[in-house]
């Protein structure tokens, strides 16, 4: 018996790759639903049915000491909730999601809104601005660390310590080693970090409320700050800067959405959907298992190709194309099953509130070319220049 399992010479990591996926997807699903990439010693998962079924299937999928693309950084996340399997992550996960729930974060909405109307409305007054500094970043970072109650030298350092946190679940290459001494000063941070160090009020005091008593393991309320910002920050900037790209480039598509507020939440599925704001994520499969007709061995590393699987012709018509109304609410960039994103709540909230200052105040945005740089983990946009407001 042969082995027909597809085989592409594609190396996910390539500088070109992580500017531009999306050709190297089209070409990969055309394969196969899972392909064998040599140049990445892993399989790729690259169509949605395929990547759906894995994310859903914990116990042949499994995170721990697998999310990472280098056997250090899941060294150094074991015991976190990304990179454990129920029972553990449930225990973990349960005090994150308790302050992330659509409950917990009710209060915020207004808070968030009123926010980004302001800071929209500050840059349309100015006529010109970087979108990603002005907008992407100011605004997540400010949400967040109001959240979790950073202050001083945490407040300070969140951007880069968010964008190594992610740079360093790559492999081992320049970028990674380059970002290790920099996630390596936040990870010292969180086990360190006590209550008082965090602001009165804060999630982050709540999380060191739960440890005293007894919700969660002891000495994990770090590990949990640690993820608020190592997996959350870096993302929302991204889909933030990513929604200014696109409404820039589809001024009909905004043009939708101011003509009917309604369709704010589709249109940010649509953008998480389009420009998936992760590039690939890890899991270790715990014993053979076939997918899409190729079984993938016991301990064999798995890539899940989120924008390939957002791209699928078999799942979504015209998937090249943006467009809001499509509301594509089962997108996977959230990811799917027990690892579901658990911010994504919150991610929601800025990134509705930024579409809803968009389509009220501006008809259209004049931009400059957009500048991306490689990354490991997170497709983002670097810069992006606003030449002109036309002011709704």
């Excluded at 500088?15 to 040599?38: H, K, N």
């Excluded at 001494?181 to 160090?197: F, H, K, M, N, R």
């Excluded at 589809?250 to 939708?256: E, F, M, T």
């Excluded at 800025?350 to 070319?369: P, Q, S």
């Amino acid at each position: 018996m042969t082995d027909s399992t597809p085989v592409s010479d594609i190396d996910l990591f390539d500088d070109a790759v992580l500017v531009d996926p999306y050709p190297s997807y089209t070409a990969l699903r055309a394969l196969g639903g899972v392909v064998r990439l040599p140049a990445n010693d892993v399989y790729a998962l690259t169509r949605y049915d395929v990547i759906r079924r894995a994310l859903g299937d914990w116990e042949s999928f499994s995170s721990a000491g697998a999310i990472g693309f280098n056997p250090m950084v899941n060294e150094a996340l074991t015991g976190t909730s990304l990179s454990s399997d129920p029972p553990v992550h449930t225990r973990l996960r349960a005090t994150l999601t308790a302050n992330l729930s659509p409950r917990a974060l009710r209060g915020l909405k207004d808070a968030i809104d009123v926010k980004a109307d302001a800071l929209v409305g500050k840059l349309v007054a100015e006529g010109s601005f970087e979108a990603i500094d002005a907008l992407g970043r100011a605004l997540p970072l400010e949400v967040v660390a109001d959240l979790i109650g950073f202050t001083g030298h945490a407040r300070d350092n969140m951007l880069r310590w968010g964008q190594a946190a992610m740079q360093v679940i790559g492999p081992m290459n320049r970028r990674t080693a380059e970002s290790f001494p920099i996630a390596g000063e936040l990870y010292a941070w969180c086990s360190e970090v006590t209550a008082d160090d965090l602001a009165p009020g804060s999630v982050g005091r709540g999380i060191f409320e739960a440890e005293a008593r007894g919700d969660i393991p002891p000495n994990t309320a770090g590990h949990i700050i640690h993820q608020y910002l190592g997996a959350g920050v870096d993302t929302t900037i991204a889909s933030i800067g990513n929604l200014v790209a696109l409404f820039a480039a589809h001024p009909g598509q905004l043009a939708l959405v101011r003509e009917d507020p309604a369709l704010v939440p589709a249109a940010f599925n649509e953008v998480l959907r389009y420009w998936a704001p992760l590039h690939a994520w890890g899991r270790r499969a715990t014993r053979d298992v076939e997918l899409d007709g190729v079984v993938i061995p016991e301990g064999a590393r798995v890539a899940i190709l989120f924008g390939a699987g957002n791209r699928d012709e078999r799942h979504y018509d015209d998937p090249d194309a943006f467009l809001v109304e499509r509301n594509p609410v089962d997108h996977l960039s959230f990811g799917y099953g027990p690892h579901g994103c658990a911010g994504q709540g919150l991610a929601r909230l800025e990134g509705h509130a930024v579409i809803k200052a968009l389509a009220r105040r501006v008809e259209r945005l004049v931009v400059g070319a957009e500048v991306r740089v490689p990354s490991n983990t997170t497709r983002s946009i670097e810069e992006l220049p606003v030449l002109e407001v036309i002011p709704a």
